[in-house]
């Protein structure tokens, strides 16, 4: 994770900063240091060049007192860092009122990191025993440690060197609290800039989570290739508002410019250059405000997008990897309408003009649970704690000429750590729900994808066998029902006992799967159970090579003649039912080689079905 601050200090207080920045928590923060510069001459740029370029943050801060005394405006190359002076290095780790007290009876102050390099700092200034307990005796009465808690051996070498120089030691127990609130009011307006952005990024997720959404409905919305262009000239529209949008198709011969009669010939050739190319998708010319889009992946595309004159190109680049992202589900309406009308075509010369209707069924079960995932987005979106950021920043503001006493004293500037902290931790929680959703729909979008190339395989009549977890699809199809199985009370048990791969069409078993785990939470409408169940199980089928898959429930059940019509085509119970569901998922099961049955005990009696599938595929797509 790149750091968002460095904090460069002297190596005689490193090991204090560093302890510091763990217990504040501050995980976006780094710690380097330099060379002690005591007793000899003020630290220089050249000297941090190397230490600053090694850091990777954003922000450099240089910790330090009289060290520091030369370090004026920094140069080009370190623009990045900001010098956090003090008149005494010792104010960094305690209040200066307390460091000038303890001070004024011949008191010499050390540290920890200090300690710990006693003997060669003694040798770097130049003394053997004598003269250094000549020089320290003629002004100093006693040694004190300012003992932080960071280093265990402090004790000993406190002792060790009050041995040398003949002083009496005492040790003044002071902590990290005062270094760390310091650290974290320097931190915090760049903790303050990371959340703002933080902000803008979710916001920008969700904007484009609900956008593709709106992608999605329009795919299964669509019939026919001029809806297509139109919806797609809609959204770039919304997305750019260009002053002028053409949609141009391309086919393996040619590009169709007759579709887009309004291009100047300069344009026409942009686009048949662009178009002939395969290495690019996307060419930008910023100075105009204007870009070339290819819509589908293979050379050519499907078509290509010319957008002229964006209303704000200052915001373009903002957009482009949205546009980038939304192209290919431009691409897959396209490829969807043309798959209809071909799988329209071959269903009717086959007498199957139920799957398109059975391919939307399904479609519309996933994008249920894509509505409710871009539901709960929008909602965490509203009620981001972030709201309460800019009350936050105008108070910092109010007191941007007293920050240090006000972030020390007012017990309202002592929160702020507190607060960023708690902010920072509830963003990273907001962040992560929303990443979660985001790659929830992914996964679901791409699902549907599935699904629609489905159609493309029919009508191709191209098996698409592979080795595939069982166990997986049955639980991302009861994922997609999570929501209606919470809202109804419904307890799910699973037993699992089929460990091994099967080879088969994990997109038509998904079908298969969700149509009965449908079925079986509608079967609890209007049934009179307290405790409402749905079992999944799977089991191997011994000496046949086969599995079972298998899905019951405790729900209001079937009297046996309407068990024996529900596989019919066009049959249905339900208010809103068309009689696609059981019929389409018998025929799956039978394509796949395996088989759909079902069985009820009677009315308030739950049902069970049970779909038998080979271990290895048999069936085609046929």
């Not at 003694?122 to 020089?135: L, M, N, Q």
């Not at 003044?172 to 931190?187: A, K, M, V, Y």
């Not at 119970?573 to 696609?580: A, E, P, Q, R, V």
């Not at 759909?596 to 046929?622: D, W």
Request: net charge negative; with cysteine.
């Amino acid at each position: 994770m790149k750091p968002r601050c460095c904090f460069i200090v002297c190596k005689n207080f490193f090991p204090e900063v560093q302890a510091a920045v763990q217990q504040q928590g501050l995980e976006e923060v780094e710690v380097r240091s330099f060379p002690p510069h005591c007793c000899s001459a003020p630290l220089t740029w050249p000297e941090l060049v190397d230490t600053v370029r090694r850091s990777w943050a954003d922000a450099v801060v240089i910790l330090g007192s009289y060290c520091l005394h030369e370090l004026t405006a920094p140069p080009e190359e370190s623009s990045r860092c900001r010098i956090y002076r003090k008149e005494q290095c010792h104010h960094l780790l305690c209040s200066p009122t307390l460091v000038d007290a303890v001070q004024q009876n011949g008191t010499y102050l050390v540290t920890p990191g200090w300690l710990h390099y006693w003997r060669t700092h003694i040798s770097t200034w130049g003394f053997d025993r004598p003269t250094a307990i000549e020089f320290f005796g003629e002004s100093l009465q006693k040694l004190l440690l300012l003992d932080t808690g960071t280093d265990p051996e402090s004790e000993q070498h406190l002792a060790e060197f009050g041995g040398f120089l003949q002083l009496p030691t005492e040790e003044l127990p002071i902590g990290l609290e005062f270094l760390g609130l310091s650290l974290s009011q320097i931190i915090a307006p760049y903790q303050q800039q990371e959340l703002i952005r933080q902000k803008e990024e979710v916001e920008r997720q969700a904007a484009e989570s609900a956008m593709t959404l709106d992608l999605i409905r329009m795919v299964t919305r669509v019939k026919s290739r001029s809806e297509v262009v139109s919806a797609i000239t809609e959204l770039f529209t919304m997305l750019f508002d260009p002053k002028e949008i053409y949609f141009i198709p391309v086919s393996k011969a040619a590009v169709q410019f007759e579709q887009a009669p309004g291009l100047s010939a300069g344009e026409r050739l942009q686009v048949q250059q662009f178009a002939a190319g395969q290495e690019r998708h996307l060419l930008l010319n910023k100075e105009q405000g204007s870009f070339l889009l290819r819509i589908g992946r293979r050379k050519g595309g499907l078509a290509v997008l010319l957008i002229s004159q964006v209303a704000y190109p200052q915001y373009i680049h903002q957009y482009i990897n949205t546009a980038l992202a939304v192209s290919e589900v431009c691409a897959l309406s396209i490829k969807h309408v043309q798959a209809l009308r071909e799988l329209v075509r071959t269903s009717h010369l086959a007498g199957k003009a139920e799957v398109a209707t059975e391919v939307l069924h399904n479609v519309g079960n996933t994008l249920n649970s894509i509505s409710v995932s871009s539901e709960h987005i929008r909602e965490t979106v509203q009620q981001s704690s972030s709201i309460s950021l800019s009350d936050i920043v105008q108070l910092i503001q109010e007191h941007e000429h007293d920050r240090e006493s006000f972030c020390l004293h007012d017990p309202r500037g002592k929160k702020l750590p507190v607060y960023f902290a708690k902010l920072a931790e509830k963003l990273a929680e907001e962040r992560g729900f929303l990443l979660a959703e985001t790659t929830r729909q992914l996964h679901h979008i791409r699902r549907v994808a599935e699904i629609i190339r489905a159609q493309q395989d029919t009508a191709k009549r191209i098996n698409c066998t592979e080795q595939l977890n069982l166990t997986a699809l049955l639980e991302e199809s009861l994922e997609l029902f999570q929501d209606a199985l919470d809202a109804q009370q419904i307890t799910v048990e699973r037993r699992y006992d089929v460990q091994q791969t099967i080879s088969g069409e994990p997109h038509k078993i998904l079908q298969v799967v969700s149509n009965l785990i449908r079925n079986a939470v509608d079967a609890f409408d209007g049934a009179s159970v307290e405790q409402r169940k749905i079992s999944v199980r799977t089991y191997p089928v011994a000496d046949q090579d086969e599995v079972v898959v298998e899905i019951s429930d405790n729900g209001k059940g079937m009297q046996g003649n309407i068990l024996q019509q529900a596989f019919t085509f066009g049959f249905t119970t339900k208010k809103s039912g068309h009689g696609f569901g059981l019929h389409n998922a018998a025929n799956l099961a039978a394509e796949m080689g395996g088989r759909l049955t079902g069985k009820s005990a009677g009315p308030e009696q739950g049902a069970q079905f049970r779909m038998r599938l080979p271990v290895t595929a048999t069936g085609g797509t046929g």
